[in-house]
């Protein structure tokens, strides 16, 4: 059986397995750290196989060269930039899409905060995509829904980390369902902490710091309120402030610090240049260093076209940004060669995080980050001033990286 000696590194919590199974002999359970696994009904399973057949951890992308067309890209509209997390590529494929009458599948959150990928027919509902949500999705909804979408000839994006898009790409092979209509576009991923974290840090923030007659109208985890390139989360209120509260007890802090992230996360197996989507996005970090010639004010995407299709697709909408061709040197990211090491107490969070009754304390107390991490933090703005940032991943790489 698959899942029988599935170790929790092994298993990245697409839900590829538990949708392709036409016994419904597997259902997705959450371990004490709030991560989904697959769980198999012995009694139900005939070991046909199509669990392993989808499963985007059999596949290896990490170590594998590929030379996709790179861009620095930046949307001219200012309005359509202010609401990106970076350069807004993502409203552009959308926006076109949405033209032929599709939809798109992207992450947003529900009424209650919760992080989901959904379905979009209008720009209006496909915006709620536009910012990142560092928390891992919730992908169940999708494969029906989608499944249905590209039988009845609809044109689809989907957006995603590239083992979500990977798992969702098997499961559709494996069904023999028509792929021609489906733009796909993964994202280079630092990780994923678990829906369980950020509920509870709601719960925190709800109970202690928001007033009983007030409410959270809204939150952005990537705002650009100070600069495109700090990460700053905005959580607002009807009628208070959490301006404060959150400058110093950060979701996003304890997303950058690591300790919260899947196990799968750092034994990625889509860190590379080879990619599953048609396109790859991600915040253009190095740009100053690589001789682009346009206003980078605001947010620039790095844009990888992976497959014919994607840059077929790609010249169409790209008079509506300014765009430019770099090398793969410049745009040269960490995750695009390997995975984040997992802090040397992680072991020690989640152990304390599990047992305690008060998560705040445990949360501030890791969400600093290892010694490590503070100090990559504290000189990566340094390093990419100076044109030694590449250089240096590629140390950290050698040295402290562990081997796959």
């Not at 409203?91 to 009424?111: E, H, M, R």
């Not at 979500?164 to 994202?187: E, M, S, W």
């Not at 605001?298 to 300014?322: H, M, R, S, Y």
């Not at 290892?370 to 590449?390: A, C, E, Q």
Request: some cysteine.
């Amino acid at each position: 059986m698959f899942t029988e000696n599935l170790k929790k590194s092994d298993c990245c919590g697409c839900m590829a397995c538990a949708n392709i199974c036409g016994k419904s002999a597997i259902t997705m359970k959450h371990d004490k750290c709030g991560f989904y696994y697959p769980i198999v009904d012995e009694t139900k399973c005939v070991n046909c196989g199509l669990c392993q057949k989808v499963c985007p951890m059999e596949d290896t992308f990490t170590g594998v060269d590929a030379s996709p067309d790179i861009y620095a890209l930046r949307n001219r509209d200012p309005q359509i930039l202010k609401g990106s997390s970076s350069g807004g590529m993502f409203t552009l494929l959308a926006k076109w899409v949405i033209s032929q009458n599709g939809v798109v599948y992207g992450v947003a959150f529900d009424k209650d905060y919760k992080v989901l990928h959904m379905r979009a027919q209008s720009m209006e509902e496909a915006s709620a995509f536009c910012t990142s949500k560092y928390v891992e999705s919730d992908l169940s909804e999708v494969y029906v829904s989608l499944s249905q979408d590209l039988k009845s000839g609809k044109t689809v994006l989907l957006t995603g980390t590239p083992c979500q898009i990977a798992g969702v790409q098997k499961f559709l092979r494996t069904r023999h369902i028509p792929t021609d209509n489906l733009y796909t576009c993964d994202n280079i991923c630092h990780g994923v902490p678990s829906r369980m974290l950020w509920k509870d840090y709601l719960k925190i923030l709800k109970e202690k710091y928001i007033a009983k007659d007030d409410r959270i109208t809204g939150i952005n985890m990537r705002s650009k309120r100070v600069s495109w390139k700090k990460q700053v989360m905005d959580v607002t209120l009807e009628k208070g402030n959490l301006e404060s509260v959150i400058e110093g007890f950060s979701f996003n802090r304890f997303f950058l610090s690591l300790y919260g992230n899947r196990p799968s996360c750092f034994h990625c197996h889509y860190t590379s240049y080879k990619r599953p989507g048609d396109f790859t996005l991600g915040d253009f970090w190095n740009v100053e260093n690589a001789g682009v010639t346009f206003d980078v004010e605001g947010g620039v995407n790095l844009v990888l076209v992976n497959t014919p299709k994607g840059q077929k697709l790609f010249d169409q909408i790209k008079g509506e940004a300014d765009y430019q061709s770099v090398s793969k040197k410049a745009s040269w990211q960490p995750h695009l060669e390997y995975s984040a090491k997992p802090p040397a107490k992680q072991a020690a969070f989640w152990h304390e995080y599990t047992e305690s009754n008060d998560k705040e304390m445990v949360m501030r107390k890791y969400m600093q980050g290892s010694f490590l991490t503070k100090v990559i933090r504290k000189v990566t703005p340094f390093l990419r001033k100076t044109g030694l940032y590449g250089f240096a991943g590629k140390m950290y790489k050698t040295l402290l990286v562990r081997k796959k």
